[in-house]
């Protein structure tokens, strides 16, 4: 029972950009909880406090959108760098530099996460082999890597050169 939760919890985590939302979300809990103080510092400190909180809650949010929404991780990730560069000068030295350097990484790796290949399928135990053929396959001339007209381009989301 126990080792099944952990396979589905590795198999969930590995599936989409779970430490750069995990430094996200912690950079937004620092850049929000700065300006929380006790009402007696809230009081002196007033209206500054509000940007703080805000852009806290962005980054809380932009973390949790980057693990339940991989397909948005590039905008998650580009939003939340430039959140916590903000905080830099908007907050607190975007939670006395701690906030600003988790949402800068947490952007970062959010923005270069990319998805695993699907494996292959093994074949089946008794699939027949087929038996090369004694005529010569004039489909693709033997100096040539890859057959003509096509482009041989390892990127999983298809970019092209």
């Known amino acids: 029972m126990l080792l099944s939760l952990w396979r589905r919890w590795r198999q969930w985590r590995r599936g989409r950009p779970f430490w750069g939302g995990l430094f996200a979300v912690l950079a937004g809990a620092e850049i929000c909880a700065l300006p929380l103080a006790p009402l007696k510092v809230m009081l002196q400190q007033g209206i500054a406090g509000i940007p703080s909180v805000l852009m806290g809650i962005v980054m809380i949010v932009l973390g949790l959108t980057a693990w339940f929404s991989p397909a948005q991780r590039s905008l998650a990730g580009v939003l939340t760098t430039l959140i916590a560069t903000a905080a830099l000068v908007m907050s607190n030295l975007g939670g ?25 399928n093994p074949p089946a135990p008794n699939a027949a082999v087929p038996h090369p053929s004694p005529e010569p396959q004039d489909s693709v001339p033997p100096h040539s890597p890859t057959p003509t007209g096509t482009t041989a381009h390892p990127d999983p989301q298809g970019a092209q050169p």
């Open 96 to 120: 006395f530099l701690i906030g600003t350097l988790l949402g800068i990484l947490g952007g970062g790796l959010m923005f270069a996460w990319q998805p695993n290949p699907p494996a292959p």
